[in-house]
């Protein structure tokens, strides 16, 4: 049967699918075994393993339809068009999900705790159940949920991975500008120095992590300083890693004689993706740990 190579006129619809479906149960496993986790079952963690590689076996398996589908040259200009605007829905999605975590920590830091010290409307919540309580930041509440803890000197550790990821920005628009250039070489070498920097970030995170569990007694449990510090900097962390798995994917598409000049959004769309993540962390480094 003849297919549509970059036909204006022909939108190219693909074949029934099981992904959808497989995502679907992947992703109810994952979430039962993450809640059951979350409150104390025994079988829960390998129930949240099973999902976890449920759902890569689905991201390899669609991803890899989807790249086929491409290199066959079943793909015309409107097809690109519908996953440029997919790609920009996915990250005004991402821009959302952030902004939650950004809203929780400006809730708190300029309403929640100055009520609890007396100011605005929470004169009587100081007064009769905070008497004297006094809120800074960073802090754990009236309660001190969680105990004593210290944190991390913003031109530390914290600078050192802003200074990587803006790196990794600009090393990854010199490689889409020479994979505009069809210089193929240029686009390998900066790529899998993007990708390097990548994971140094999160090596950098990690150890960071680790200190700031084990020495400064700073954990998800201490309080809302806590919460707020290790859901954003581990989704965005979350966010760098998946990143760096895409483009790694990226460099070995491209070392297959992948993309050319001309059609590469592939490439583009993990670029968007990568510079998104930089963005947020700018304001991490700022809202988190600077301010």
Same mark, same amino acid.
């Given at each position: ?9 022909? /939108? *190219? @619809? ?16 994952? %979430? ?14 390998? @129930?949240?393993? !099973?999902?976890?590689?449920? %759902?890569? /076996? ?8 989807? +790249? ?6 079943? /793909? ?18 991402? @821009? ?24 605005? &409307?929470? #004169? ?10 006094? !809120? ?6 009236? #309660?001190?949920? $969680? ?15 802003? +200074?990587?990821?803006?790196?990794? $920005? ?8 020479? %994979?505009? #250039? ?10 899998? !120095? ?30 809302? *300083?806590?919460?707020?510090? *290790? ?13 760096? @798995? %895409? ?25 968007? *993706?990568? &510079? ?16």
């Amino acid at each position: 049967m003849a297919t549509a190579h970059h036909d204006a006129d022909v /939108y *190219y @619809v693909p074949h029934h699918s099981k992904w959808p479906f497989v995502g679907s149960v992947s992703l109810f496993v994952l %979430m039962i075994g993450l809640v059951t986790w979350f409150n104390g079952s025994d079988t829960a963690f390998w @129930v949240f393993m !099973a999902g976890v590689a449920m %759902m890569i /076996y689905t991201l390899f398996g669609w991803f890899g339809d989807v +790249i086929r589908e491409s290199e066959s040259g079943k /793909y015309n200009g409107q097809v690109d068009v519908s996953f440029r605007q997919g790609m920009i829905w996915f990250i005004f999605s991402e @821009v959302m999900f952030f902004a939650a975590f950004f809203g929780a920590l400006f809730y708190v830091r300029q309403f929640a705790l100055p009520w609890l010290s007396g100011e605005g &409307h929470g #004169a009587l919540a100081n007064q009769f159940l905070y008497d004297g309580y006094v !809120a800074g930041w960073p802090a754990n509440g009236p #309660a001190n949920v $969680g105990g004593e803890f210290g944190t991390l000197p913003a031109f530390g550790l914290p600078l050192i991975n802003t +200074i990587i990821l803006l790196s990794s $920005g600009l090393t990854l628009t010199i490689a889409h500008h020479a %994979m505009v #250039a069809g210089q193929r070489g240029k686009v390998l070498a900066w790529l899998g !120095a993007t990708i390097l920097l990548g994971f140094c970030f999160f090596g950098v995170q990690a150890y960071e992590y680790g200190h700031a569990w084990s020495d400064l007694n700073l954990r998800l449990s201490s309080g809302i *300083y806590g919460a707020t510090f *290790y859901m954003l900097t581990g989704f965005h962390g979350l966010h760098v890693f998946l990143g760096t @798995v %895409m483009l790694t994917v990226v460099w070995f598409r491209v070392l297959k004689g992948h993309f050319t000049p001309e059609k590469h959004f592939g490439f583009e769309a993990v670029a968007w *993706y990568w &510079h998104f993540v930089d963005v947020v962390w700018l304001g991490l480094f700022l809202f988190v740990y600077v301010l």
